[in-house]
């Protein structure tokens, strides 16, 4: 197994704090461990000696992985962190702007302190700005095990779906902007993703054919806007397929034989979205 | 000789998925069915069970009325599925992801409706995930793609009114887009 190199000064740092935790918690900490600087972090932070939380502090920011520099500020949205290589792997996302929160994209979920509404209400007001990312702190699976008992599992195709939904304006992510053509690998669940009608038809529409951007409007009835919020929010969830090869936007057939049967029974259902 | 053009919904699944309340939430009639005191693994779970048919109904305008059928769960009464699937627009299949082996609950319907859900659309609703979180959705996809088809998978709670329509209209532009 591949021990992480740790700088000189990571080391010292936990020299220092080794005893410190040992007077507090009782136990004292390895230096061998694969995670052992995230655990010297983790007890650092739930110190109650301002000194040991300090020296948590430094040595999380000399354990973490740096934050890359964007060119454009759209590029540090949540958004585009959401759709970044950076979480991949499970690591906690510490803002200035909004509190820390786990991402574990291989299990498909985020870890918090507090409610996922509580998530969604901090970001809502957030829309493009960027949240001040200060820390991605990857996170080892033995402190996975320990942050399940701790913190609250939220879906993370939720988080992923509302951030497309809500925070798109307009502009695709630069990923599937590079897609000739979309389709779907499944539909979203829509038992508990929230979602208007047009998202169904969209979905629909995008299993059964594939199309460009436009096609997708043309087809659905959608607008731009609602379109490119779709696409991202699937992007990010994963279900977004790239086509290669672009057929123009098929004109609308008739409402004739089923088709039209099917209009009557939408309209009468009220679903007609 | 009416002008009335029928086209009919076909609802089905394991016993105790929710099929007769699923057609109650739609239904502009009140849901007839045939119902009988359950005596075998059924009685566990529900007092009665449908041994017949659930069958519902919306008028959809002067010329066009939209049929809604349930078929018996239990496997015994699978002759009456042929008889009810002739000719339907579409299958909602509703498994119970609480009972031992969903995904072995949905290969039943799937072979058994085969031939019709080729030439129609089908769409599956699973039904007590707050009972039983596993196989998730991805699980289910995972074995629709096992078996070469794709249709909807969504969780639903049937006495909802709102989850029912939703299930309807996936299966309606399903067959929509095709």
Known sequence: MNQPILSKEAIALMLRMRFLIKNEFG???????????????????????????????????????????????????????????????????????????????????CLLNFSFEELLEELRPLGTVDPGLTQVEPISPGDLVELEKK????????????????????????????????????????????????????????????????????????????????????????????????????????KSGLRGVIGRIRVRLGMSG | MSNMTEVKIIFTGTMGAGKTTAINAISEIKTISTEAVATDETAQRKETTTVGMDYGEVTVDEGLVLRLYGTPGQRRFRHMWEILAKGALGFVILVDNARPSPLEDLSIYLDNFKNHIAASAAVIGVTRTDVSAQPDIDAYYQYLAEREEMHPVMTVDVRRREDVLMLLDSLLLSREFE
């Open chain 1, 27 to 109: 136990e004292l900490l390895s230096f061998q461990a694969q995670d052992a600087a995230t655990k010297f972090c983790e007890y650092g932070a739930r110190s109650s000696q301002p000194a040991l939380r300090e020296l948590a502090q430094q040595l999380s920011s000399l354990i973490s992985v740096p934050v890359p520099k964007t060119a454009q500020p759209r590029e540090s949205s949540i958004l585009e962190l959401l759709a970044s290589d950076l979480v991949e792997q499970p690591v906690r996302l510490v803002f200035t702007r909004i509190p820390a929160f786990v991402i574990d994209k291989p299990r498909r979920r």
């Open chain 1, 151 to 254: 913190t609250i599992s939220a879906s993370l195709h939720g988080l992923m779906w509302f951030c497309g939904l809500q925070f798109s304006q307009g502009q695709l992510l630069p990923k599937p902007q590079s897609f000739p053509a979309f389709g779907l690998n499944r539909w979203p669940d829509f038992g508990t993703l929230p979602h208007a009608a047009q998202h169904l038809k969209m979905a629909t529409f995008l299993m059964r054919k594939t199309a460009s951007l436009d096609g997708l409007t043309a087809g659905t009835g959608a607008t731009k806007n609602e379109a490119v919020a779709f696409l991202n929010a699937c992007f990010l969830c994963g279900w977004l397929k790239r086509v290669e090869g672009v057929a123009p936007p098929a004109p609308a057939a008739p």
